[in-house]
């Protein structure tokens, strides 16, 4: 089987090892991926093709699938309207068989014009890939066969995860970039609601890349100094292990993603505000790995003394996080949500993941 992905966002380093191991499977004869970033000069099983996008308006277009298409079995577009690639195969003979890979209708289900395009394109496409579970289902409802619909949890590769019982939990964590929609202000905020009600050893502590005055004056005005730490972006999975093992909970009050996935793949569970506007893998969070709250800066600041000051519940949520990670997150069970679906549009319908 000859693969071709097309990658409109890049050569992402966080999904190198998932395709990867697909480009190794032994199903798999070629597999190429076509994106529009900097060559990574490395040594893959897939092979990096370049490709210059073009700009319609706030569309974006990458013109060499016309050529390529016809050269592969199964071609994977992301499924973004933005991006939508797929339109270069309406106007020629339909050889390769074409996946829609992507969160389904997202934020933009409120659209009733992105909606309908969405629910026309998946009756288009030979399979659809999902994120979730959730995703899928949103396309049962609109008549879209179950047999062509899969789930791929989207996730990462990590290959050092395991719960770090030993280390002392201290720190009130945040991992990823720093931007106002994450709410990390909230988290200072409520912090310095209950820091005296909580142990002194207790701390804030952000990792990531950004512009931090806004939070350094948040820790002056606040009288936080010693008690909120800032560490610069970290990527190497020994030093992320090492961060998350001190962890009492990765906590992120306004937006999470896949910080999820990490978090869950050291056993941390993860504290957020359940009603916002949140990417595809809060649908990984429950009551039973995780602290998902409805209130403000108020109810976020008892949730965090309450997690704080209980040790019973630090395990258990600890416990079930990395329970839901090892069933649910691990990449294998990714990518075979992608050869699932690589088995159905090339030799008929088999066995769907059950949504």
């Given at each position: 089987?000859?693969?071709?992905?097309?990658?409109?966002?890049?050569?992402?380093?966080?999904?190198?090892?998932?395709?990867?191991?697909?480009?190794?499977?032994?199903?798999?004869?070629?597999?190429?991926?076509?994106?529009?970033?900097?060559?990574?000069?490395?040594?893959?099983?897939?092979?990096?093709?370049?490709?210059?996008?073009?700009?319609?308006?706030?569309?974006?277009?990458?013109?060499?699938?016309?050529?390529?298409?016809?050269?592969?079995?199964?071609?994977?577009?992301?499924?973004?309207?933005?991006?939508?690639?797929?339109?270069?195969?309406?106007?020629?003979?339909?050889?390769?068989?074409?996946?829609?890979?992507?969160?389904?209708?997202?934020?933009?289900?409120?659209?009733?014009?992105?909606?309908?395009?969405?629910?026309?394109?998946?009756?288009?496409?030979?399979?659809?890939?999902?994120?979730?579970?959730?995703?899928?289902?949103?396309?049962?409802?609109?008549?879209?066969?179950?047999?062509?619909?899969?789930?791929?949890?989207?996730?990462?590769?990590?290959?050092?995860?395991?719960?770090?019982?030993?280390?002392?939990?201290?720190?009130?964590?945040?991992?990823?970039?720093?931007?106002?929609?994450?709410?990390?202000?909230?988290?200072?905020?409520?912090?310095?609601?209950?820091?005296?009600?909580?142990?002194?050893?207790?701390?804030?502590?952000?990792?990531?890349?950004?512009?931090?005055?806004?939070?350094?004056?948040?820790?002056?005005?606040?009288?936080?100094?010693?008690?909120?730490?800032?560490?610069?972006?970290?990527?190497?999975?020994?030093?992320?292990?090492?961060?998350?093992?001190?962890?009492?909970?990765?906590?992120?009050?306004?937006?999470?993603?896949?910080?999820?996935?990490?978090?869950?793949?050291?056993?941390?569970?993860?504290?957020?505000?359940?009603?916002?506007?949140?990417?595809?893998?809060?649908?990984?969070?429950?009551?039973?790995?995780?602290?998902?709250?409805?209130?403000?800066?108020?109810?976020?600041?008892?949730?965090?003394?309450?997690?704080?000051?209980?040790?019973?519940?630090?395990?258990?949520?600890?416990?079930?996080?990395?329970?839901?990670?090892?069933?649910?997150?691990?990449s294998e069970i990714m990518i075979n949500g992608f050869l699932q679906a690589f088995r159905y549009v090339t030799t008929g319908p088999g066995k769907a993941v059950k949504v």
């Open positions: 089987m000859k693969l071709l992905f097309v990658l409109e966002l890049g050569l992402l380093h966080y999904r190198i090892p998932i395709l990867e191991q697909i480009a190794r499977d032994d199903s798999v004869e070629k597999c190429d991926v076509l994106h529009t970033e900097t060559h990574t000069n490395s040594s893959y099983a897939f092979i990096e093709l370049k490709s210059s996008p073009r700009y319609y308006g706030k569309f974006r277009f990458l013109p060499e699938v016309r050529a390529l298409k016809d050269a592969y079995d199964v071609v994977v577009f992301s499924f973004n309207l933005w991006m939508p690639n797929w339109i270069f195969t309406f106007f020629s003979n339909r050889k390769p068989k074409y996946i829609l890979w992507g969160q389904g209708f997202g934020r933009e289900n409120n659209y009733w014009a992105a909606r309908l395009a969405r629910i026309s394109f998946a009756k288009w496409a030979d399979g659809l890939i999902l994120y979730t579970a959730k995703g899928a289902e949103d396309f049962l409802e609109y008549g879209i066969p179950r047999e062509k619909l899969f789930v791929a949890k989207n996730t990462l590769h990590i290959g050092n995860a395991g719960r770090s019982g030993q280390a002392q939990k201290t720190d009130l964590l945040y991992v990823g970039r720093i931007q106002k929609r994450k709410g990390i202000d909230l988290l200072l905020k409520a912090f310095c609601k209950v820091k005296d009600n909580i142990p002194e050893y207790v701390r804030v502590r952000v990792v990531g890349s950004g512009d931090k005055t806004e939070l350094l004056e948040q820790v002056n005005t606040y009288g936080l100094q010693g008690r909120v730490m800032f560490n610069s972006g970290v990527f190497d999975e020994e030093q992320l292990k090492n961060i998350f093992s001190t962890a009492i909970a990765y906590v992120s009050p306004d937006h999470v993603g896949l910080g999820v996935v990490h978090s869950f793949a050291y056993g941390v569970p993860v504290v957020t505000n359940k009603n916002r506007k949140h990417a595809p893998e809060v649908e990984y969070c429950d009551s039973s790995n995780s602290i998902l709250y409805e209130g403000g800066v108020e109810q976020l600041a008892l949730e965090l003394e309450r997690i704080c000051t209980d040790s019973n519940l630090q395990g258990s949520l600890s416990e079930a996080s990395y329970a839901y990670y090892d069933k649910n997150l691990r």
